[in-house]
C-alpha cells in the first residue's frame, strides 16, 4: 500500500489521500515501517491521515523516527507527538539533551505538552534563566500547553517573574497564562504596572477587564423578620470590598422583595451547610425572582463544598487532638428532615469520622451534654436561634472561627 501513494505535487495525491482516510479499517504496520527503513519520506498531508489511527506505540515509533532523522520537515512533528505517551516523553528528554538549539525549541513546547509533572522545573528554568530568547519563548509554551498538570503556586510565581522581562512577547504570554490560573484576577491585579512593558500593561489591562466578575447573591436562612446576623453582613461586606462588584445578602426569613434592577450577571450562592427545605425548594424560586434583572448563576450549597468538608475535617482533627478521650467527635446539626438530609448525614459521618447528632431531641427537648466527654463541633454558619439555645461550651458558630472565615473570603473572591 505505501508504494502505491502518489508523489507530492501530483494531482492524484489529494484524492488517494481522501479514500485512504475513508477506509473503515488501515493496517499502520506498512506504513510505519516504510518511514522507518526511509523507503517513505512522510509528508505532513499524510501524517494527518495516519495520526487518526495511530495509538501510544505507534505515537512512540513516530517520534523516534523524526528524531533520528537531521532533515525530517519540522511541520510533521506536532502531528507526531500529539498523543500523550511516556515513551514520547523519555524520548524528547533525551533528544534535548544533545540536540541543537533549533531543535530544542521545537522539542521543548512538545514536552510540556506530555503533560509530566517531572517536567516542571526543567520547563521554569529553561523559561527563567539567561539563554537563547526563542528558546526561553519555547519553554513558556511548554508551560502554556501542559497548564492543568503543574503546581499552581509554584507556576504562578514563575510566570510573575517572566510577566516583568525585558522581552515584551515572552512578558505578555505570562500575563495571558497568569489570567487562565484559578484566581487570576487577583494574580493580575497584583502586579506592579510600573515594572511592565507598556505594551504588556495594556494587555494587563485587557484581561482584567475580560475577568470582570459577576455580582454576587449570597442567600442565608437569616433571624426572625429578616435580621441578618453581623458577621455575616461583616463577610458580605468585605467580600465586596474584595472583588471589586456588588454582593447581595438575602434573608430567607425577610419578607420577598423585588430584585434590584440594576441588571447585569448574578451569581447565587446559597450559604447553607445542609441540604434542607431551603436547599431543595427555596432556593429556586430566589432564583426565579432574581432572573428578572438578569441572568442568574448558581453553585452548590456551601454544605457541598469539598474545600469546605476539608475545613470541618481539619477543625474536627484539632478539636479531637485536644480532647481527653479517643471517642468520635460529634457534629450538632439542625434537625433534618426527608432521605436526602439522612444521606447527607451518613455522608458526613462516614468521610468526617463524626457522629451526627439533631440539636434537638425528641421534638422539643434541648441538646443535653454529650455522655462521652468527645469533642463537640455546631454545624452552624451563623448566630440563629438555634445557636442561641446551646449551651456555651458548644463554642462560636463556624464563621466566627479564623479558618472558615478566611476560606469563605477566598472562595468566594474567586468566584467567576
Not at 507530492?8 to 506504513?31: A, F, K, N, V
Not at 539563554?131 to 501542559?146: D, I, K, V
Not at 469546605?308 to 480532647?323: H, P, T, V
Not at 440539636?359 to 451534654?369: K, M, T, Y
Request: charged share 25%; hydrophobic share 45%.
Amino acid at each position: 500500500m505505501p508504494e502505491l501513494l502518489p508523489p507530492p505535487g501530483s494531482p492524484e495525491r489529494w484524492p488517494w489521500l481522501q479514500q485512504l482516510r475513508r477506509r473503515p479499517s488501515l493496517d499502520l504496520e506498512p506504513w510505519l515501517v516504510a518511514i522507518e527503513t526511509g523507503r517513505l519520506q512522510p509528508e505532513a498531508d499524510l501524517l494527518a491521515v495516519l495520526a487518526e489511527r495511530v495509538d501510544g506505540q505507534a505515537t512512540v515509533r513516530l517520534l523516534a523516527w523524526w528524531l533520528a532523522e537531521p532533515s525530517a520537515d519540522p511541520e510533521c512533528l506536532s502531528v507526531i507527538a500529539r498523543l500523550r505517551h511516556p515513551g514520547c516523553a523519555g524520548l524528547l528528554r533525551q533528544a534535548l539533551a544533545t540536540a541543537s538549539s533549533d531543535r530544542q525549541e521545537l522539542l521543548v513546547p512538545l514536552l510540556g505538552h506530555q503533560r509530566d509533572p517531572a517536567d516542571f522545573n526543567r520547563l521554569c528554568s529553561l523559561a527563567l534563566e539567561p539563554g537563547p530568547l526563542l528558546l526561553r519563548r519555547a519553554a513558556l509554551e511548554g508551560l502554556a500547553l501542559g497548564l492543568p498538570a503543574w503546581p499552581t503556586e509554584s507556576l504562578r510565581q514563575v510566570l510573575r517573574s517572566c510577566a516583568v522581562d525585558l522581552d515584551p512577547l515572552l512578558a505578555g504570554a505570562a500575563v495571558d497564562l497568569l489570567a487562565r490560573l484559578p484566581h487570576g484576577r487577583r494574580s493580575l491585579s497584583r502586579l506592579d504596572p510600573s515594572r511592565l512593558d507598556g505594551a504588556v500593561a495594556r494587555r494587563r489591562q485587557r484581561r482584567l477587564a475580560g475577568l470582570r466578575r459577576s455580582a454576587l447573591l449570597l442567600v442565608v436562612h437569616g433571624r426572625r423578620g429578616g435580621v441578618i446576623p453581623e458577621e455575616l453582613g461583616t463577610l458580605a461586606r468585605e467580600v465586596e470590598r474584595l472583588r471589586g462588584t456588588p454582593v447581595h445578602l438575602h434573608a430567607l426569613t425577610a419578607d420577598p422583595c423585588p430584585a434590584p434592577g440594576d441588571g447585569g450577571d448574578l451569581t447565587l450562592v446559597p450559604l447553607f451547610l445542609l441540604p434542607g427545605t431551603h436547599v431543595r425548594h427555596d432556593l429556586a424560586a430566589v432564583a426565579a425572582r432574581w432572573r428578572g434583572r438578569g441572568a442568574v448563576g448558581r453553585v452548590p450549597f456551601l454544605g457541598a463544598w469539598p474545600c469546605w468538608q476539608e475545613a470541618l475535617r481539619e477543625e474536627l482533627a484539632e478539636l479531637a487532638g485536644s480532647a481527653a478521650v479517643g471517642s468520635s467527635p460529634w457534629l450538632i446539626h439542625h434537625p433534618m428532615d426527608g432521605k436526602l438530609g439522612s444521606r447527607y448525614l451518613r455522608y458526613l459521618e462516614r468521610s468526617l469520622g463524626v457522629r451526627c447528632r439533631s440539636a434537638v431531641a425528641d421534638g422539643q427537648e434541648p441538646l443535653p451534654a454529650m455522655e462521652d466527654g468527645a469533642p463537640v463541633l455546631p454545624l452552624v454558619l451563623a448566630a440563629n436561634r438555634l445557636t442561641d439555645s446551646l449551651p456555651q461550651w458548644l463554642g462560636q458558630p463556624l464563621l466566627q472561627r479564623f479558618r472558615f472565615r478566611q476560606l469563605l473570603l477566598t472562595q468566594l473572591e474567586a468566584l467567576p
